[in-house]
Structure formats: C-alpha cells, structure tokens
C-alpha cells in the first residue's frame, strides 16, 4: 500500500503509532507534564522551525529553546527526533485544505487537483520534500491523505493495484519538483547567495566554456530555455510541463 509516498525514519514503531493515534489529552508519557507542553505544542514548534530554517535545524534542543524549556522536557512527550519528524508529516498532511471535485467533472481535473494540493504543501513546507521516501508513519493525516487521493482514480477501471501505482506516479512527480526546489533553496542557504546572483557572478566563465561552434544543440537550447525561464531552472515550468506529461501517460491507461 502506498501512503503518499513520504515517510520519515519512525524510531520505536510502536510508541510511534501510539502518538500518531493518541487520544485526546492523552498528551505525556506518565513522569509528570509540564505546563505549557503538550504533544501538539512540541509538533507545531518543530513545523514552524523547519519550515524557517530546513529540516536540520530540527533537533530536539533547538525545538526546547523555542518552547523556553529543556530538551529532556520533550523528551517526556516525544522520546526522540525520529517520532517527532514522524509526527510532523502526519500533521502536515492533516492540515492539507482537500479540493472537493465538481460535479460531473472528468478525471484529469481530478488527479490534477490532487497534484496541485500536494505541490501547495510542498509550497508551504518545503522540507517535506527531503524526508525518506518509505516506511510512511500510518497516522490519521497519512491514511486520510490517501483515502482522498485515491478517488481520483476511483471509478476509472483501473484495479486497485493500477490505482496505487497511478497515485504513486503523480505523487513521485511532485515530489520530484519539490526536491529539485529545495536543492535551490539548500545550496542558496549554504552559499549565502541566490541562484540568479551566482549565476550572474560566473556568466562571463560560463559564457567562454559554452562553446556555441563545439555545442551548438547545448548552446542553442539552453539558451532558449534560460530566456523561457527567466534563469536556468524554473520550478514552476517544470511542474506545469511535467504534470501535463503525467497526465497524457496515464490516459493510454484510463482512456480506452
């Protein structure tokens, strides 16, 4: 089964699964709560971190300064950073907005609408982008994600294996997309200066080493594409190009 095809390292599976599906106030391990901490509060903390600074700067200390207590206070509530990135994804994927589909809508608008609400929340935390790929936590935001993703394709006559594999192909090619941002944003981040400021630094070497006579396909066409871009890579056209390729591939499958 495929959950959407982003998981974290999820340390004790068991106590794992009891965070992910805790009940309400359910919120400590038993040695006594802290007030002012809760699970929630420890989750939300380490979203708002990473999505400021990258998943790095993610630790179980930076999230204690943030809350003003120590990191062994956390350690009562989540017993270390794997449960805790595990616990991250899960409420990021609950807070997802879901595009209800209109009536009588056909299945490109579906997977389309799928595609777009997984490219939003890599918008808002990029981070989600550079977690492990297998071994999804099975929590409550994992299991709804997919329970609504799959409608896409519900219907369609594909078996329900063809249905997992279509999902997990548009959702791969999003995530895909998202990395190749986050790349952007890591090397902007540890070079302290922007792809297009980095670009502009090294354009008189580059322009001598790209040969228009020796490469003239690459000269050619990567010229174009820099000007189509506004720069070397676009995200944005990438995901649009792509996703439109996506879908003509999966309508040799659903289309006949």
Not at 152 to 157: E, M
Request: proline letters at 6%; charged letters at 25%.
């Amino acid at each position: 089964m495929v959950t959407g095809r982003s998981g974290a390292q999820t340390g004790d599976p068991a106590r794992t699964l009891e965070l992910l599906w805790r009940e309400p106030g359910d919120e400590h391990s038993g040695r006594g709560p802290r007030p002012g901490l809760s699970v929630d509060t420890v989750v939300r903390t380490a979203i708002a971190l990473a999505d400021a600074e990258g998943l790095d700067a993610v630790t179980m200390r930076r999230v204690a300064e943030r809350l003003d207590f120590t990191p062994m206070s956390l350690y009562t509530y989540v017993p270390g950073k794997a449960e805790l990135l595990a616990l991250m994804l899960d409420r990021v994927y609950l807070w997802m907005p879901r595009t209800v589909p209109a009536p009588g809508g056909g299945w490109r608008e579906r997977v389309t609408a799928v595609a777009d609400e997984n490219h939003a929340l890599y918008e808002a935390h990029l981070w989600v982008a550079g977690l492990p790929t297998v071994r999804p936590p099975l929590g409550p935001g994992v299991m709804t994600k997919y329970e609504h993703e799959l409608r896409a394709f519900d219907g369609l006559g594909l078996t329900d294996v063809q249905m997992d594999s279509a999902l997990a192909h548009v959702l791969g090619f999003v995530q895909s997309v998202a990395r190749g941002r986050l790349d952007v944003r890591t090397v902007e981040r540890e070079s302290a200066q922007s792809d297009a400021e980095w670009w502009e630094q090294h354009g008189p070497l580059l322009a001598r080493v790209l040969d228009a006579e020796r490469f003239p396909l690459a000269h050619r066409v990567g010229g174009a594409a820099a000007v189509e871009y506004g720069g070397p890579y676009s995200a944005e056209y990438a995901y649009a190009f792509g996703l439109r390729c996506v879908l003509d591939g999966l309508s040799a499958l659903i289309d006949v």
